[in-house]
């Protein structure tokens, strides 16, 4: 671990707030997320940025140039998003961390409105709030929550029901809470925050909400997560699975985790049958399309594996006719938090 600029006025009392960034591929939109920082009305934070071996060092060097003097910059190897946030953790002298993703922005009041929610209660451990997504034409300036819901108390049944969806970038949480729990964990490369929620709750940590937007989340098409579901239900059942066989949960929590399971596993058979259909391979399309169905039991998604068994072209042709995916996810809720409105920092 390097650290390339000294930490602004490291002599004097330690601030109240750290601000965590991440950086892999950022350097496009890093400024951004900084200015937003900058802008704050409350002033009494640092600002720690950990490049994770980014490939696009020289870049993200050159455009961290002009706020040398008002960051704290480490550079590491290549580790992962986890290791990154945690060696930013493990670096801050805040007493609360303030988790942002460096292709995300905060409104000016962001910091102010948050702490608020500790000094009122301080039995709070983590406040999170509501956010606007851009980058993608069809949410653009919708909110996080009307996809993403967050409804009653913020529990591990809550959590794996994806009842309460906790938006990284939005969250504030105690920095002596984060070391109790472990930090993020470094093997995790994707969910690793909804993994860290969840250990947080189990711990005892209280974990809450309100609905005012004071984020604006980008959203990245080009992003793993986004551009190959396979790959991300992948990851989300390996969390998932690991919680299963190692964590010990009571009837109830035990319960809810059975039905995600069940839930992802059926995305995953729907995905990889799409993957297949695309690529020409149609006995492994009708297989994987038929496992989903056998969870979701849709009308549609019968019709869409009938028309792969005799008449592919067919629904081929559909398909580019339409422009858009005529096998869509068949779940009823509003598209989870864990699918694909976080992750952009996956890599």
Not at 106 to 125: A, R, V
Not at 133 to 150: I, N, Y
Not at 183 to 201: A, K, N, P, Q, S
Not at 309 to 331: D, G, S, T, W
């Amino acid at each position: 671990m390097k650290t390339l600029y000294k930490r602004p006025n490291s002599q004097g009392p330690a601030p109240l707030v750290s601000v965590i960034m991440p950086a892999y591929n950022v350097s496009s939109y890093i400024g951004e997320a900084l200015d937003s920082v900058l802008a704050q009305t409350f002033g009494d934070y640092e600002i720690v940025v950990v490049n994770d071996g980014s490939p696009d060092t020289d870049e993200l060097e050159r455009v961290l140039g002009p706020y040398q003097e008002k960051v704290v910059y480490l550079k590491q190897q290549n580790s992962g998003v986890s290791a990154a946030r945690n060696a930013g953790i493990e670096s801050a002298r805040g007493t609360y961390v303030a988790l942002l993703d460096p292709d995300d922005i905060w409104e000016p009041e962001y910091l102010s409105t948050q702490l608020s929610y500790f000094e009122n209660d301080p039995t709070i451990d983590a406040v999170y709030s509501d956010a606007v997504l851009f980058g993608d034409p069809l949410r653009d300036g919708k909110r996080f929550m009307d996809f993403c819901p967050s409804t009653g108390p913020v529990t591990i049944e809550s959590l794996l029901a994806e009842d309460c969806n906790v938006m990284l970038s939005a969250t504030v949480v105690k920095r002596e809470t984060l070391l109790d729990v472990g930090m993020f964990d470094g093997t995790i490369r994707y969910t690793e925050d909804f993994e860290l929620w969840l250990r947080l709750v189990r711990h005892g940590g209280r974990i809450t909400y309100h609905r005012e937007a004071l984020v604006k989340h980008r959203i990245r098409p080009t992003s793993t997560s986004a551009s190959d579901p396979v790959w991300l239900y992948e990851h989300i059942l390996g969390t998932l699975n690991r919680i299963h066989d190692t964590w010990n949960l009571n009837r109830g929590q035990r319960l809810v985790l059975e039905q995600r399971l069940q839930f992802n596993r059926a995305m995953l058979h729907q995905f990889k049958g799409r993957k297949a259909f695309f690529s020409g391979d149609h006995e492994t399309a009708v297989k994987e399309l038929r496992q989903a169905n056998l969870f979701f039991r849709k009308p549609k998604l019968s019709l869409v594996i009938f028309l792969i068994r005799f008449v592919p072209r067919l629904l081929l042709h559909a398909y580019h006719a339409r422009k858009e995916l005529i096998m869509n996810n068949q779940c009823e809720k509003p598209v989870p938090k864990i699918e694909n409105l976080t992750g952009s920092l996956t890599y």
